[in-house]
């Protein structure tokens, strides 16, 4: 037996809400991300900064060393040192990236055409294979 084809009409502003909603969730998870980075990298360089001071007051000890040599400028050696702290000592948590940069940049991009597209038309309601084309952004 045959299948039949379903034909429904969607209304054409109601898929460009749904579009332009589907848009602002990626532009915002990204923008959030890298405002995270931007904490993450703060935070990073203030715990950075703060090893020394950790270390001078004890709580570090120093597990090996070693020494590069400059045979051009031997007053410029320069040493190595591998500190090791308690557990108790942690760096900042980097931040999870839920997306593929490459990836959500296309998706944005097809979807702001898409918007365009339907924006341009004087259509009250859009076709099935229209909306099948847009639909994955839909959920």
Do not use: C
């Amino acid at each position: 037996m045959a299948q039949k084809t379903i034909s429904v009409k969607v209304s054409t502003k109601k898929v460009i809400d749904a579009l332009e909603k589907a848009l602002h969730k990626r532009k915002t998870q990204i923008a959030d991300y890298e405002k995270a980075v931007k904490e993450h990298n703060q935070a990073e360089k203030e715990f950075r900064d703060s090893l020394a001071e950790l270390f001078r007051s004890g709580k570090g000890k120093v597990t090996s060393v070693s020494k590069s040599y400059n045979y051009r400028n031997e007053d410029s050696n320069k040493y190595e040192l591998s500190i090791e702290f308690p557990a108790s000592v942690k760096a900042p948590k980097e931040p999870k990236q839920e997306f593929r940069d490459w990836e959500i940049k296309q998706e944005i991009e097809e979807l702001e055409n898409a918007i365009a597209v339907l924006k341009m038309t004087d259509e009250e309601t859009i076709s099935t294979s229209t909306y099948k084309g847009v639909a994955r952004f839909i959920k």
